[in-house]
């Protein structure tokens, strides 16, 4: 099955200035994964373990200090490999003054959409996750559960084939956070790949097919599904066992 992410001994150190000169902090170590194409993962961990770190080397944000990433067989920075991935980050922005369909308009052409193509795209994106009759309203007048709808269409606007995803429920409510396990189901079920990371272990039980559980930039455990469904106290107690 072809790979659709490749992350190979893969380390990443921040230098930090200060009075007294430069210290280093790693928040990658020597890690290690693959998520094959079709596969919906997702990452847990503690806050700082390096979840979005992770996020930001895989999308090119972020050069690695040492190892090899791969997307779709692609360095993250080639055109290749960003014409596949869509990216939503823990905290979208967009500009306040615009409209949602305005916004998305913007953020299509800068993926190379035009015309027709665009406006079609900006219509599905639209659509698919529930932003159509909010339509009039300006940015500035989203709740940060819209905000995160709004930064989900985004993502999806040139149909990349990889979404990645730094917690895409955050913010929202119930009702919302079902829509959107529908819409992400869904997606896959079209053949699209899917990385995400949550703080809700109950989220990631019911999207993942597929864990990797990050301790201080490390990865501890892989868990497929078929081990927190058979653990006591499912994916929760598994995860709190690596952690430790």
Not at 62 to 88: S, W, Y
Not at 188 to 210: D, F, M, P, Q, Y
Request: glycine residues 12%.
């Amino acid at each position: 099955m072809t790979r659709a992410i490749t992350f190979a001994s893969v380390e990443k150190t921040y230098r930090r200035p200060g009075l007294l000169g430069s210290s280093y902090v790693t928040a990658v170590k020597d890690l290690s994964f693959e998520v094959r194409s079709g596969e919906v993962v997702g990452l847990l961990g503690l806050n700082g373990a390096g979840k979005t770190t992770i996020m930001k080397l895989l999308t090119g944000l972020l050069f690695p200090t040492a190892g090899r990433i791969r997307v779709f067989g692609h360095p993250p920075t080639d055109p290749a490999a960003k014409a596949r991935v869509g990216f939503l980050p823990e905290l979208p922005y967009f500009p306040p003054r615009l409209r949602p369909y305005e916004a998305l308009a913007y953020y299509g052409r800068l993926s190379g959409l035009s015309g027709a193509a665009l406006a079609e795209a900006v219509r599905g994106a639209a659509g698919r996750t529930g932003l159509e009759p909010h339509a009039g309203k300006r940015v500035s007048e989203f709740s940060k559960g819209m905000m995160q709808r709004l930064g989900l269409a985004q993502a999806l606007l040139h149909g990349p084939d990889l979404l990645v995803l730094d917690e895409p429920v955050s913010g929202l409510d119930p009702l919302a956070i079902h829509d959107i396990r529908g819409l992400l189901a869904g997606l896959n079920a079209e053949g699209r790949t899917v990385l995400l990371s949550s703080h809700s272990i109950s989220e990631v039980e019911k999207l993942c097919s597929r864990v990797l559980i990050i301790v201080k930039g490390r990865l501890a455990a892989a868990v497929e599904r078929a081990a927190w469904e058979g653990a006591p106290g499912g994916l929760e107690s598994i995860f709190v066992e690596a952690v430790r």
